[in-house]
C-alpha cells in the first residue's frame, strides 16, 4: 500500500557514475532528497543500537580515538570478505530503512521525492517488505571505462584497484537495463543537467 500521494523516485547507479552530482542538482532545484549515505552515517553514531551491534561483533579495533566508528578502516576490513560485508549489512540496513520510511512520511506533502540510494536494486526487497514504492527508478549511467577512470581519479586508486571495486556491485549496464529512466553522465556538466531537465518532463 502507497505510504503517501507524493511520487517516490529511486535514484541510483553505479560507483563514480555521478549519482551524487545528480543528487546535488535536483536539491538544488527544489527537491527534497532523502539521502541513504547520510542516513547510514547517522543510524551509527556512538550509542546508537547498530552502534553497540558492530562493537560487539568487530571489536574496539575498528574505533576512532573519540570512539566513532573508523569508517575508512571498518570499510577495508569488509571490502574483500563477502561474509563480514553481509554481517554490516544485516545489521545496518533495517535501521537504514526504517528511518528512510520515517522521512517519506515526513515528506508526504510533496509531489516528488528522490530517494538516493548507492545499492538501491540490490536491496529493493528490503525496502518493498518495509512498504515503501519505488514508483520510477533513475540510473545514473556512463560506460564502464568512464566509470573506471572517474573511480581512479576521485580515490587515487590504480587502475587495478579500480576496476575490483566496479566489479564488487552489480555492473552499470545490468542496472541500465532495469532503469526506467537513464541519465546519461558521459559528458560535460551543461549535458547532465539538460538530461536532468528532460527527465523531470517525462515524469507523470
Known sequence: MKQNKAKVIGLTGGI???????????????????????????????????????????GESILNNDETIN???????????????????????????????KEIGLYS?????????????????????KGICIDKLWIVYCDEKTEIERLMIRNNLSYEEAVKRVSAQMSIEEKKELADTIIDNTKDMETLIENIEKALKEIS
Not at 109 to 129: G, M, N, Y
Open 71 to 101: 569508517r575508512v578502516y571498518l570499510g577495508q576490513k569488509i571490502f574483500n570478505s563477502q561474509t563480514l560485508r553481509a554481517k554490516v549489512n544485516d545489521i545496518t540496513h533495517p535501521y537504514i530503512i526504517e528511518k528512510i520510511s
Open 109 to 129: 506533502s510533496e509531489d516528488i521525492i528522490f530517494l538516493d540510494v548507492p545499492l538501491l536494486l540490490e536491496t529493493i526487497d528490503k525496502f518493498e517488505a
Open 16 to 58: 563514480a557514475t555521478g549519482k551524487s552530482t545528480v543528487s546535488n542538482i535536483l536539491k538544488e532545484k527544489g527537491f527534497k532528497i532523502i539521502d541513504a549515505d547520510k542516513i547510514a552515517r547517522e543510524i551509527v553514531e556512538v550509542g546508537s543500537p547498530a552502534y553497540k551491534k558492530i562493537l560487539d561483533y568487530f
